[in-house]
C-alpha cells in the first residue's frame, strides 16, 4: 500500500471499501457497476469478509441494512435502476438512523435505459431517494484516486451523523482505468456500537432499531432531530473544487465525468483569453452552495455541464439567488459530452448569447 | 409463598396490544420461554415484519430490528452473515412472509441461512384491517374477497411448509398450532428445537403456527379457534414437512 497502481474504477472502489474497513458487501448484478461485486466476491473470502449475492437489489440493500444495524460497515453497489429497486430500503435505513455505503454507477435512463454513462440519478440521489422526509449525504467524483479517497471519508461520515452515504459515480468513472494510491487500510472495527442491535449481553436494555412511529408527535420530534443533524452536515460537509474562479467571467458548475470534460473546455477557452471558471462539486447533498454563492457578484453568468437534461440547473439558481442568469449544456441517454461542445458553449455565453 | 409461574424474562413489560384472543400473545410468550431456557437472549436479535406484529419489538427483551414489508428474512440474514455468533429470528406475518416477502423467504431458505421463522398465518391481513392473504381459504370471506376467495380470480392459496420443504437449505419445517393446551406444548417444542438447530449450526429453520384473527374473521374468540380446527387444518395439515435431525452439521 501507499504504491502507485493502475485500477479500474469500479475494483478501485471495492479496494477502497475494504481499506475503510468494510468487510461486508451485499449486492446484485447489474452493469455497468459488475466489477465491484466480482472484485468482491474475489477479495472477501481472502480476508474473512462477507460477499453474498442477494436475490434482488430489493433483498441485498436489506441486508445491508441488517448488517449495518447490527453496527459493522456494509454496503452495496449498482446502477441506476437497481437504486429504484432499494428506495424502499434506502428509506427504511434513513429513518432507522444507520449508517452505510451505497454506490450508484449510473447509466442511461429513465426505465431499462441503456448501460452507457449517465448523470441523470442526481435528483433522485439528492432529493427522493426514497419515500419520506430525510437525505444522504452524497459524494460526486471525478476521478478514480478521488473515487477511492471519498469511499473512506463516505463511511467516517456516514457513521459520524448516523446517515447512510452515497458514492454517486457513472458508467465512465466506473470503467476507466487510472492511477491511484491506496489508503493505509484499516483494520475492520466490528465492536458492537453502543446503539447497534447485536446482542445485550444481559448488560443493558434491548436496542430496537426501527423506523416505525404512530405517534405523530413523537414521528414529527424524530424528523426534527434528525433535520438537525441534516443541519450540521449542511454547515459542516459541503465540499467543491474551484477552478480558476477568481477573475472568471463565466462559471461553469460540473461534477464526476462531465467535470472532466469542462475542465479541458476551460483549459482550451482560457488559451483564447475567455475568463471562465468551474466550482465543481464534490458534496452533492448537501449541495456547496457556500462555494457557488462566493461567485454570484463577480461573475456574468452560469453553466452547468451535466449528462442529464439540466437536474442541477435549479440548485445552482438557488445557490446565487438567481442574481445572473445560469444557463444549461448537457446530452443524456449514455452520451457523454465532448470538450469542443462545451468550449463551443463558452464561446456562445462568452459573446453574450445565452 | 411457591412461584407456579411468571412472564418470561424475555419478555418486556410492556402490556401487548393484541385483540382479544389473538394468538399472537401466545406464541410470543412460547418464542421467550425458549429464549429463556436455552439462556441466549443476550445473544439473540430479533426481526420484526410489517403487519400486526411489527410491534414485537416492543415485547421481546432482546435486540430486535424492524425490517421493511416482506424483507425481514433478508435483514435477518444481514444481521446473521455479520453476527454469526448471535441467534437470530424474524416473526412474520403470512402476507409478509407468503406475498410480500415470497422471494425474500425462499431465498434466505434455499441459502439454508441459519435463522428461525416464526411464521403465524391466520390466513387473512390483520393490521390493515381483513384482506385477503396469500393463505385465505378457498371460499373465505375477507374483505377484498367479500364474495368469498375464489381461486379462479384470486389464485390458490400457499401452503408454505410443503413448498419450503423441497429446499435443500431448509432444516426444519414444522407446522404447529395453538389451539389447546396439548397443541401449544407441541407448538414450544417445535420452536425450542428450532432455536437448538440455529445453536448446531444447522439451517434455515421455519415453525409454521396455524392462528386465529377472531378480530377480522368476525368471530368469538372460542369460536375462531373451532373454526380454525374445522377449516384451517384441514387445508394445512400439522406436522414436520421436513427436519435433517442430527444429520447435518
Known amino acids: 500500500m501507499g504504491e502507485k497502481v493502475l485500477m479500474k474504477g469500479n475494483e478501485a472502489i471495492a479496494e477502497a471499501a475494504i481499506a475503510a474497513g468494510c468487510r461486508h458487501f451485499f449486492g446484485y448484478p447489474i452493469t455497468p457497476q459488475t466489477e465491484v461485486a466480482a472484485y468482491m466476491s474475489k477479495r472477501m473470502p481472502k480476508i474473512g469478509g462477507v460477499y453474498l449475492q442477494g436475490e434482488s437489489e430489493v433483498a441485498s440493500i436489506n441486508m445491508v441494512l441488517g448488517a449495518a444495524a447490527s453496527g459493522v460497515r456494509a454496503m452495496t453497489s449498482t446502477s441506476s435502476p437497481g437504486i429504484s429497486l432499494m428506495s424502499e430500503g434506502i428509506s427504511y435505513i434513513a429513518g432507522s438512523d444507520v449508517p452505510c455505503l451505497i454506490v450508484n454507477v449510473q447509466r442511461g435512463g429513465p426505465g431499462l435505459g441503456g448501460i452507457q454513462p449517465s448523470q441523470s440519478d442526481y435528483n433522485q440521489a439528492t432529493k427522493a431517494s426514497g419515500h419520506g422526509d430525510f437525505h444522504m449525504i452524497v459524494f460526486a467524483p471525478s476521478t478514480v484516486q478521488e473515487t477511492v479517497d471519498l469511499i473512506s471519508d463516505a463511511f467516517d461520515l456516514g457513521d459520524k451523523y448516523r446517515v447512510p452515504t452515497m458514492v454517486l459515480s457513472d458508467g465512465m468513472l466506473g470503467q476507466m482505468m487510472e492511477p491511484v494510491v491506496l489508503p493505509e487500510p484499516k483494520d475492520p472495527n466490528n465492536d458492537c456500537k453502543e446503539w447497534a442491535a447485536c446482542g445485550h449481553k444481559d448488560k443493558r436494555k434491548h436496542n430496537v432499531i426501527n423506523s416505525l412511529n404512530t405517534d405523530p408527535p413523537t414521528l414529527e420530534r424524530l424528523n426534527f432531530e434528525r433535520f438537525e443533524r441534516y443541519a450540521k452536515i449542511i454547515e459542516n460537509e459541503q465540499r467543491a473544487e474551484e477552478y480558476l474562479c477568481d477573475d472568471a467571467d463565466i462559471i461553469i458548475v460540473a461534477f464526476g465525468a462531465s467535470s472532466r470534460v469542462s475542465r479541458s473546455a476551460i483549459d482550451k477557452a482560457r488559451k483564447e483569453g475567455i475568463k471562465v471558471g468551474m466550482v465543481r462539486p464534490i458534496t452533492l447533498w448537501p449541495f456547496p452552495e457556500k462555494f457557488i454563492k462566493k461567485y454570484a457578484d463577480s461573475a456574468k453568468r452560469f453553466l452547468t455541464v451535466e449528462m442529464n437534461m439540466g437536474q442541477m440547473v435549479n440548485d445552482v439558481k438557488l445557490a446565487i439567488e438567481c442574481k445572473k442568469p445560469v444557463s444549461f449544456y448537457g446530452r443524456t441517454g449514455g452520451m457523454i459530452p465532448t470538450t469542443k461542445e462545451v468550449y463551443e458553449q463558452i464561446v456562445k455565453l462568452n459573446g453574450g448569447e445565452q | ?249
Not at chain 2, 444481521?79 to 422471494?103: C, E, M, S
Not at chain 2, 393490521?127 to 364474495?147: E, F, S
Open chain 2, 1 to 249: 409463598m411457591k412461584v407456579m409461574g411468571e412472564k418470561p424474562k424475555a419478555l418486556t413489560d410492556a402490556p401487548f396490544h393484541y385483540c382479544p384472543g389473538c394468538t399472537h400473545g401466545i406464541v410470543h410468550r412460547l418464542v421467550a420461554e425458549v429464549i429463556d431456557e436455552l439462556g441466549i437472549e443476550g445473544k439473540t436479535v430479533g426481526v420484526a415484519s410489517v403487519g400486526c406484529s411489527v410491534y414485537s419489538y416492543n415485547y421481546f427483551a432482546c435486540d430486535m430490528v424492524q425490517a421493511p414489508h416482506g424483507r425481514a428474512p433478508a435483514v435477518a440474514t444481514g444481521v446473521k452473515r455479520a453476527r454469526p455468533d448471535n441467534v437470530v429470528f424474524t416473526y412474520q406475518g403470512d402476507g409478509d412472509l407468503a406475498a410480500i416477502g415470497a422471494g425474500e423467504t425462499v431465498h434466505a431458505a434455499a441459502r439454508g441461512e441459519n435463522i428461525v421463522a416464526i411464521f403465524i398465518n391466520n390466513a387473512i391481513y390483520g393490521m390493515t384491517g381483513g384482506q385477503m392473504a396469500p393463505t385465505t381459504l378457498p371460499g373465505q370471506v375477507t374483505q377484498t374477497t367479500p364474495y368469498g376467495r375464489d381461486v379462479k380470480v384470486a389464485g390458490n392459496p400457499i401452503r408454505v411448509c410443503e413448498m419450503l420443504s423441497s429446499l435443500d437449505g431448509v432444516a426444519l419445517a414444522q407446522r404447529v398450532t395453538v389451539d389447546c393446551v396439548k397443541n401449544v406444548k407441541a407448538a414450544k417444542k417445535a420452536i425450542k428445537k428450532a432455536f437448538e438447530y440455529q445453536l448446531a449450526g444447522k439451517g434455515y429453520c421455519i415453525i409454521e403456527v396455524v392462528s386465529t384473527c377472531p378480530t377480522n374473521w368476525g368471530m368469538a374468540p372460542t369460536d375462531a379457534l373451532q373454526w380454525l380446527r374445522d377449516n384451517m387444518l384441514p387445508y394445512y395439515p400439522l406436522g414436520v414437512y421436513k427436519d435433517i435431525g442430527e444429520a447435518k452439521e
